[in-house]
């Protein structure tokens, strides 16, 4: 039989527990200073098409870029308050180690040895894709099999490199390497013929063949993928609250989608909606924004800056983008992919 202290210490508990539940987060230290300086400092791609490039006028696109954007606009209001930093492979985790950049958004792929080794977070996955290989339609070649003892250009400093080395050992290729620190410098030998094939992720694959080919059909992308690779960003460890914000900024536009929120719709919806999972998404009948270190309208904000994901897929990527990247897996769970959100509740 419960005595009635036991019980009035249970519910002074559950009292306490609700509370602490339902406190504002501390902003975290990474959150300030980003307040401070006015902008989000990001490590993007040197320049991959569809990902992270600027074109002839310093602008930045690509959906790793809108990604930044949409933690801009959560956090300063301004989806433009944005500090591009390109960032070779090789200098990328350094620069988001020392502080130099606040996020690396930068098609970097999710491993055990990165999460465990670098002192980093892994956030939320961006892009599923998986490493493929390109070669001239004119060798014949229709799979990956068949580059046994052939050269293929690969850049190195990536997961690219060691997979390939996986893959020819697994298969008994004896697959040779020509390994280059530049990613201009790795295309540009597939190009003029030093190289059978081409390797890396099917999405670079794609990006290169459109912007760097002088006919891009006479590229072909093999079928078979010889990899995993989970993309996202990335941010330090030991700001928990930054860590949340943008891990939350991700699901937030997942969500936007699978509830059909969009760009367009978004004002109408705050003001109209009476679903109480938009209201919680926009801010107007729970303050979610409080548990983050942010105001309430951080989502619906958010939203009108960049879209939802399917709406940034689509514009970099995919159906309305130059790359005509199926969305695959990249689909929500509810039409056939695997991008799943946890709630925002």
């Known amino acids: 039989m419960t005595t009635k202290p036991v019980r009035l210490a249970t519910a002074a508990l559950t009292m306490l527990g609700t509370l602490l539940l339902a406190a504002p987060a501390h902003a975290g230290k990474t959150l300030d200073a980003i307040k401070a300086r006015g902008q989000v400092i990001c490590g993007v791609h040197t ?3 569809g990902f992270g490039a600027a074109d002839s006028t310093g602008k930045w696109t690509g959906l790793d870029v809108d990604v930044c954007r949409a933690v801009a606009a959560a956090v300063l209001g301004d989806g433009e308050k944005v500090k591009w930093v390109p960032l070779p492979p090789a200098a990328r985790f350094t620069a988001l180690q020392s502080g130099e950049v606040d996020i690396l958004s930068r098609n ?3 491993t055990l040895t990165r999460d465990a080794s670098l002192g980093l977070n892994q956030t939320a996955v961006t892009y599923y894709d998986g490493q493929g290989f390109m070669v001239p339609v004119k060798s014949k070649i229709k799979s990956a099999k068949q580059l046994k003892g052939q050269t293929v250009c690969v850049q190195s ?6 997979n390939l080395t996986d893959y020819s050992k697994a298969n008994g290729l004896a697959i040779k390497p020509v390994v280059f620190d530049k990613l201009e410098a790795a295309e540009g030998a597939y190009f003029s013929g030093r190289c059978i094939a081409y390797t890396t992720d099917a999405s670079g694959l794609a990006s290169v063949r459109n912007k ?3 006919n891009p059909s006479d590229h072909l992308i093999l079928p078979e993928l010889i990899s995993k690779e989970p993309l996202g960003p990335l941010v330090r460890r030991g700001d928990d609250e930054w860590f949340a914000i943008v891990k939350w900024v991700i699901y937030g536009l997942m969500e936007a989608e699978e509830y059909g929120i969009t760009q367009a719709n978004v004002d109408q919806l705050k003001a109209t909606s009476k679903d109480p999972v938009l209201g919680r998404i ?3 009948t729970e303050d979610t924004g409080k548990l983050l270190g942010l105001d ?3 989502m619906a904000r958010t939203i009108k800056a960049t879209g939802n ?3 940034i897929f689509e514009r970099n990527v995919g159906s ?3 790359l005509q990247l199926p969305r695959g897996l990249n689909n929500p769970w509810n039409k056939g992919g695997i991008m799943y959100a946890p709630p925002i509740r």
């Open 282 to 284: 926009l801010g107007t």
């Open 296 to 298: 309430r309208d951080w």
């Open 157 to 162: 400093g990536t997961t690219t490199e060691k």
């Open 108 to 110: 970097t792929t999710f």
């Open 309 to 311: 994901y399917g709406e």
């Open 320 to 322: 309305k983008s130059a």
């Open 47 to 49: 320049g991959l098409a």
């Open 212 to 214: 760097s080919a002088k």
